[in-house]
DNA sequence: TAAAAAAATTGATTGAAATCAAGAATTCCA
DNA sequence: TGGAATTCTTGATTTCAATCAATTTTTTTA
């Protein structure tokens, strides 16, 4: 069984936002860290909560999602060990626009709204390194959003393929389930399912196990439109 | 003609970010103000530009651009007097990602990088209203997303019209080129042509000029998926 | 470990929107 | 103001991906 305060501490150092601060705002910061446990497939938060809270992820894995007008799912994100969420809505809205779900056993921090904002006053530097953070997730929110308007689903799965595998040339492991695959992509299963067809046959990929891949053509898939 | 302290002043008087700053805070952000004009049609700024400044339009209207990996464009945003652009990229990359162009005869104010950011180091204030900003935009731009994931052409149509009319019962204006609009959608100019006139024949619009139309049936565009 | 549940695959069909093409309406500008 | 350039509209056709339906595979859990 882990202390609470091991939790803090390893939250601190796992968040970017924090490592770049002095020693002596991170004993600030230690304190005010409150621990908490999801099983896999439970609910973080859901849309329509007040946001009390900034989250972090410590330990497994959140999926963050979005309900449109007319009732469809889209997953937004994936939260893996280090992210956070909940900065956007603890400036502006009160309450959640979206859903947290645990994909995994996961392990978060909180900090508490009021105590997060006290300590920006006074950090100037953890204010930056929101901004920073902030930015890079607005980057990528809106090529997400251009990917989606502009490029097929077979290119949009070619580049998911290829950011996923990064640089393991090797094998990869797909973090979600095709279903979540397809939300992520903006389409259905069954279409995931054919174009991982597609892409075995044209020698582009090679699956090793099941959700084991690894990638073949690394070019060709970047060439796909 | 109008100087350059005028300018300042009504940038910094039409900016949200600025609107609750102490009149202190204010007098010393003025004398950073730079001003500068763009005609129609000219670029403001381009993609690879080394992000300088803090953009914000005071007078007229600017077209944020993307350009996807397969050359297509999509529209991103319109910045309208008040808006402004730069913040992401001001604390992350230090090059655009994207593309500005005047869509009228504009005027833009500006503040340098690094007095920003000495200015923010200062002001906790400003940095709570800047995260403010980000999370309206990221709250944004994750709708659009969302709604060109999971929406038909025909949903995210009408509700741009709906939006582009907010309280304007009477008649309003299209702000941009179908062409845009197509772009803005991810859809094609033929295909914008061919729903406003589905929209018209059913009633729920109508076209009063080139470019102007008035809502008929508010809730039945709401209503379409 | 066997049964049940969930996820993934495959095929057949439909449908929404892109593309191609040509003409009409607007806007630009010399 | 009149001709050129751009934008818009409409029609015909094609294409990509959704939907519907039925298995098969994998995972969960009792």
Redesign the interface.
């Known amino acids: 069984m882990v202390h609470d305060a091991d939790h803090a501490e390893q939250c601190i150092k796992l968040v970017p936002i924090f490592q770049t601060l002095s020693d002596a705002e991170r004993a600030q910061i230690a304190p005010l860290v409150q621990h908490r446990h999801y099983a896999s497939g439970e609910s973080v938060f859901a849309a329509g909560d007040i946001v009390g809270s900034l989250m972090i992820v410590a330990h497994g894995q959140v999926k963050i999602t979005?309900i449109?007008?007319?009732g469809?799912?889209?997953l937004?994100y994936l939260l893996n060990p280090g992210d956070f969420d909940g900065?956007?809505?603890?400036?502006?809205?009160s309450t959640r626009?979206?859903f947290g779900t645990a994909l995994a056993a996961t392990d978060v921090c909180m900090i508490r709204r009021q105590d997060f904002?006290k300590q920006?006053?006074?950090s100037?530097q953890l204010?930056?390194n929101?901004?920073?953070a902030?930015?890079?997730?607005?980057?990528s929110?809106?090529?997400?959003?251009?990917?989606?308007?502009?490029?097929s689903i077979e290119?949009r799965l070619a580049?998911y393929l290829l950011e996923t595998a990064g640089d393991q040339t090797d094998e990869f492991k797909l973090p979600m389930k095709k279903k979540d695959i397809a939300s992520y992509?903006?389409t259905t299963p069954e279409t995931i399912s054919r174009k991982f067809r597609d892409f075995t046959d044209a020698g582009l990929i090679e699956k090793l196990a099941v959700n084991r891949f690894r990638i073949l053509d690394a070019d060709g898939l970047a060439l796909i439109?």
């Open positions: 979005q449109a007008a007319n469809k799912e889209q937004l900065e956007a809505a603890l400036f502006t809205a626009q979206n904002q920006l006053q006074t100037p204010a930056l929101i901004l920073n902030f930015g890079q997730r607005l980057a929110v809106a090529e997400q959003s251009t990917q989606a308007t502009t490029a290119e580049n992509l903006g439109e």
